[in-house]
């Protein structure tokens, strides 16, 4: 097996590589650049017979496999809406910004993109885990430099065999919450 944590924008490249080789792929998140990528490297390692999957640890937390249990259990009643949140200083950005040398060349901007994209990644992710839910539609969102705002219908199991319903459900990252 091989683990990637290279820099998102390399993973695809050595992910296939990798695949090809007849490697199981561990890759950090996020898994690519896009969802063109993504599907490839699933197609690819399909094809190989191997097994891709992004480093999502907290898929086998105790606490996240018991409160995942609770909502498929109904025993809390049916879900309503879900909330997830995430805030983060990131001391480097930060002090950039407090000491004017806050970069806006573009490849500076993709950089903080990709930031906040990991960043949402892991509440959507675990909302999407947490909630069993099989699709997810963005009717929302909201992007600036240090943050991604998103309203979200998420469709999940109903508690009846086969069936699911729409829940609504937001998602909110921000970090350096303090800059202008």
Known sequence: AVY?????ALHFRWALEALAAGKHVLLEKPMTMGSVEAVALHEAA???GRVLMEAAHYRFHPAMLRGREI???GELGTLQSVEAR???????AW???VAGRQSSSSEEKLHDRVKNLDRWWYCLDEMLYATGASSAKVQTAVEERFSLAAQLVLRVPSGVAGTSVEVNASVEMSRDRLLP
């Open 4 to 8: 990637i944590s290279l820099p998102t």
């Open 86 to 92: 995430f805030h983060m200083l990131d001391p480097k």
């Open 46 to 48: 399909q094809k190989a």
């Open 95 to 97: 002090l950039a910004v």
């Open 71 to 73: 909502i498929a259990s």
